[in-house]
C-alpha cells in the first residue's frame, strides 16, 4: 500500500506541496531542483531530487515541522505566516543538501523500509502521545467518529486533534493523512460529506450511507 503511494507521481492527497520547485540559488550555493512527493504511511512527505533520490522526509507534529534526514532528526519549528510547512522543510532540505550537510537515500531503498499496514487494530494512542487519562479519553473518542463515518486507522493510534493521521476510506480505496480536528464536524454538525480529495462516493451517498447525515 505505502509503495504504490510512493511510486506513483509526486502529487500529495491534500496539499500542494508536490508540485515542482523551480531551480533556486542561496547565496553561492547553487539548490538543485526538488519536488515533494506523496506521504507515506508515517504521514512523512519525501523530499526527492533528480531520479527519485530522496534528500529527506518531512513530517508535521503539533504545528511544528520536523525532518528526518541522514544526520538525524531536527526542529525546523513553525513556517512562517502563510508558508506551507512542507514547502519551508523542502527548502531547507535542498540547501542542506546542497551545502554538503546531508545526503540522499534511493527512493526504493525508502519504500523497502516503510513499515506495512496493520492487519487488525491499531494501538489506542500514537507513540509521541504520552499515556494520560485526557489522552485515552480523546482516543476513544476519536476511534469511535471514525468507526461511525467509516474511516480505518492503518497504523498508530490517535495523534491528537491537529496532526496528521494515516487513514484509510472504507467507502472508496482513498488513503492518505487527515486531521481529527477536521473529522469531528464542528458545532454539533457532522463533517463535510464530501470527505476527501476527489469526493469519495459523492456526499449524496456518502449521506444515505452515515446515520450522522439523517
Not at 529527506?56 to 513556517?79: F, S
Request: aromatic share 8%.
Amino acid at each position: 500500500m505505502t509503495t504504490r503511494l510512493l511510486a506513483r507521481p509526486a502529487t500529495a492527497p491534500d496539499t500542494e506541496a508536490s508540485r515542482l520547485t523551480a531551480l533556486a540559488t542561496e547565496g553561492s550555493t547553487t539548490v538543485p531542483p526538488y519536488r515533494v512527493g506523496a506521504p507515506d504511511i508515517q504521514c512523512r512527505y519525501p523530499v526527492i531530487i533528480g531520479e527519485n533520490q530522496v534528500i529527506g522526509r518531512a513530517y508535521r507534529w503539533h504545528r511544528d515541522w520536523l525532518v528526518l534526514t541522514t544526520e538525524g532528526e531536527r526542529n525546523l519549528r513553525r513556517p512562517p505566516k502563510g508558508t506551507p510547512g512542507t514547502e519551508m522543510a523542502a527548502a531547507h532540505l535542498a540547501q542542506q543538501y546542497a551545502a554538503g550537510q546531508i545526503g540522499s537515500v534511493p527512493l526504493h531503498q525508502v519504500l523497502a523500509d516503510s513499515p506495512a499496514p496493520l492487519c487488525g487494530p491499531v494501538p489506542l494512542l500514537h507513540p509521541r502521545m504520552p499515556v494520560n487519562d485526557r489522552n485515552t479519553e480523546s482516543a476513544e473518542t476519536a476511534f469511535g467518529g471514525l468507526a461511525a463515518h467509516h474511516w480505518r486507522a492503518v497504523l498508530t493510534g490517535f495523534p491528537g486533534s491537529d496532526n496528521h493521521w494515516y487513514l484509510s476510506c472504507e467507502l472508496c480505496p482513498w488513503e492518505g493523512p487527515k486531521f481529527w480536528s477536521h473529522l469531528r464536524g464542528r458545532n454539533g454538525q457532522p463533517p463535510s460529506p464530501r470527505r476527501h480529495k476527489g469526493g469519495c462516493i459523492g456526499e449524496d451517498e456518502v449521506r444515505r450511507l452515515i446515520p450522522a447525515y439523517q
